[in-house]
């Protein structure tokens, strides 16, 4: 199937979508845009956290057919084109990054979070990153790093 949506402010189609396929899978694969990372494909870890109409959702539970004309933001989408946005620069600062394979999702989860909360108690930033696993950091240094981007956007 043929599937039109807006991804990072530009209109994209994309051609030989199979039904079963993921929003994730679309963007990665199809669309070159390998910053949401596939991890447990269950809904499970958040590293594939996008926008979808300014909602944050986990691309791999998104059928890509429900993606049909709607606004996806990815962490790529996040950054002001080269220039990193004050979530990422403060996870690379506040040294929250290990392997990195979770961090895309923890951005997009701060980004959503400051946007609703600029000045979140550590009580709001845990529940609001409580559907993102990270396996190397011990969670310390990601606290650290939304208190500092809070801090910067606040
Ligand atoms: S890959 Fe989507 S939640 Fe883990
Ligand atoms: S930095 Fe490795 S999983 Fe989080």
């Known amino acids: 199937m043929r599937l039109r949506l807006e991804v990072n402010g530009e209109r994209r189609e994309v051609d ?10 679309v963007l ?10 596939n991890a447990c494909e269950q809904g499970e870890c958040g590293s594939c956290s996008v926008y979808m109409d300014g909602i944050l959702v986990c691309s791999c539970l998104v059928l890509a057919g429900q993606a049909e004309g709607r606004e996806v ?4 989408g996040i950054a002001g084109g080269d220039e990193l946005h004050p979530v990422q620069e403060a996870f690379v600062e ?12 923890f951005v ?10 600029p000045e ?3 009580a709001e930033i ?4 409580a559907g993102n696993l990270c396996r190397c950091t ?17």
Do not use: M, N
């Open 108 to 117: 997009v989860a701060t980004h959503d979070l400051l946007r609703r909360e």
């Open 28 to 37: 990665r694969e199809r669309l070159g845009l390998p910053g949401s990372k």
């Open 16 to 25: 030989g979508v199979w039904e079963g396929e993921s929003l994730l899978y």
């Open 120 to 122: 979140p108690t550590d």
């Open 138 to 154: 011990g969670y310390e240094k990601i606290l650290d790093a939304v208190r500092l981007a809070a801090q910067r956007t606040g």
């Open 73 to 76: 933001v990815t962490v790529e």
């Open 94 to 105: 506040a040294g929250a990054v290990q392997c990195g394979f979770c961090t895309p999702g």
């Open 126 to 129: 845990r529940e609001a990153l």
